[in-house]
């Protein structure tokens, strides 16, 4: 029983645990969202964009995937320097998906296989016209990779994006160019069933999403002063 006694914000989290268990037990289960339990209102995409293990072996169809890549395309960058590529390998491709999951640590290759879309994003470290190092290189991707993502969500896919991967494999084996740096490796599908993961990862799968408080990194006026408006 969840006692009266919890904070509001915490018998939310238990009850939604437990309402999701209780699926798990009563059979087939895909989770398309694990909402933030967030302090105030946001964007419901944004609310319901989780990273997901567990994917349904049905592949995206080709469109789908270029909107998804379209949208990553009208990321904002520094100077427009767009310094972003991704390497995709989708299942249909054997022997690509194969070499994409060889990249991969043996954690994320375990869950990863199932999912139909595999992509690692890359990117160039250096300015297009100068040659000079791109600073915010990483951070543009990451920015192109959000937007990736949310429109994934918004078209009923999820995006699992994993650090976890070699670097130097991925070099080698994609060809990818010295002054191109491999980011991040993610999977891309449709929502699976919890039940096909292991019990750890399917515990995983079904913990509730945690954030460190607003009041930890949102800052004015100087390092270590919570800004004014996050509290009041
Ligand atoms: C750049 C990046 C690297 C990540 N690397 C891994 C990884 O290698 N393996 C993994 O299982 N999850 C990985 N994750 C997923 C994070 O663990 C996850 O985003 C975080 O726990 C928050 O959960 P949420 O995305 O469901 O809100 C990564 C996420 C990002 C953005």
Known sequence: MIGTDFPKIERRKMHRATHLAHLIAHGKLEIMNKPAVTDVPILEL????????AFAE??????VLRSLFEAARWAPSSN?????????????????FAKMLGVLVEFNAGWAKHAPVLALSV????????????????????????????????????????????????????????????????????????????????????????????????MSGGWGHTAPFVTR
């Open 46 to 53: 944004v609310r319901n964009r989780w990273s997901p293990r």
């Open 58 to 63: 049905k592949p995206v169809p080709r469109e």
């Open 80 to 96: 427009n320097e767009q310094p972003w590529v991704y390497l995709v390998a989708t299942k249909d491709d054997a022997e690509n």
């Open 123 to 218: 990117a160039h470290l250096k300015t297009q016209r100068e040659g000079k190092p791109n600073r915010v290189a990483l951070h543009d991707v990451g920015s192109a990779t959000a937007q990736l993502t949310f429109e994934a969500n918004s078209r009923g896919l999820l995006v699992h994006q994993m650090a976890g991967f070699d670097s130097d494999k991925a070099r080698q084996a994609f060809a990818i160019p010295a002054d191109w740096e491999p980011v991040a490796a993610m999977a891309i599908g449709y929502p699976g069933d919890p039940e096909t993961l292991s019990e750890r990862l399917r515990e995983r799968e079904l913990a509730p999403r945690t954030r460190k408080p607003l009041s930890e990194f949102v």
